[in-house]
């Protein structure tokens, strides 16, 4: 890969994040329609939720998370890399149950952003990685690394559906 035009943006507004598998994501938008925004339909419930609000359903993050993107010129064209570093507070058994069932399928991640809109970022097959990371502390935190490869950069979704 050329790095010599390699630029990274921080994306520092994401209040929610979700990952789903991508076998389970469809979208919604006539040929004929511009793909500035789509319409986004998960025929399942998240593998995952990361949040700032306490909800039955989601793990709480401890702080908000990084969420770098890359552009990388390639042989094969332009790729958008993302890298996802969460920190989360407690529910541990949650957090690994579903990073276990991330392991070995690509996985679309989706960015609830401050200002209510929302991002995706779509696998390209075989690219998607989810981690914990382990560390030696006594503090009740976990800390996940999401990694995905895209033709794209974000895209935008347009909830009116």
Same mark, same amino acid.
């Given at each position: 890969?050329?790095?010599?035009?390699?630029?990274?943006?921080?994306?520092?507004?994401?209040?929610?994040?979700?990952?789903?598998?991508?076998?389970?994501?469809?979208?919604?938008?006539p040929?004929?329609?511009?793909?500035?925004?789509?319409?986004?339909?998960?025929?399942?419930?998240?593998?995952?939720?990361?949040?700032?609000?306490?909800?039955?359903?989601?793990? =709480?993050?401890?702080e @908000?998370?990084?969420?770098?993107?890359?552009?990388? #010129? /390639?042989? !094969?064209?332009? &790729?958008v890399?993302?890298?996802?570093?969460?920190?989360?507070?407690?529910?541990?058994?949650l957090?690994?149950?579903?990073?276990?069932?991330?392991?070995?399928?690509?996985?679309?991640?989706e960015?609830?952003?401050?200002?209510?809109?929302?991002?995706?970022?779509?696998?390209?097959?075989n690219?998607?990685?989810?981690?914990?990371?382990?560390? =030696?502390s006594?503090? @009740?935190t976990?800390?996940?690394?999401?990694?995905? #490869? /895209?033709? !794209?950069?974000? &895209?935008?979704?347009?909830?009116?559906?």
């Open positions: 890969m050329d790095h010599l035009d390699c630029r990274e943006l921080i994306l520092n507004n994401v209040t929610e994040v979700a990952l789903y598998p991508a076998s389970e994501a469809s979208f919604d938008r040929p004929t329609i511009p793909s500035f925004f789509i319409t986004r339909t998960f025929v399942v419930s998240p593998t995952l939720t990361a949040s700032f609000r306490e909800a039955a359903d989601a793990a =709480l993050m401890a @908000a998370p990084v969420v770098k993107i890359k552009g990388l #010129k /390639s042989i !094969s064209g332009y &790729i890399d993302i890298e996802v570093d969460i920190t989360l507070q407690g529910r541990k058994s957090v690994e149950r579903a990073i276990s069932e991330l392991q070995g399928i690509d996985f679309c991640i960015f609830l952003c401050a200002d209510g809109s929302r991002l995706l970022s779509f696998p390209l097959p690219t998607s990685d989810a981690q914990i990371e382990e560390t =030696l006594d503090t @009740a976990t800390s996940i690394v999401l990694k995905n #490869k /895209s033709l !794209s950069a974000l &895209i935008p979704l347009d909830l009116r559906y």
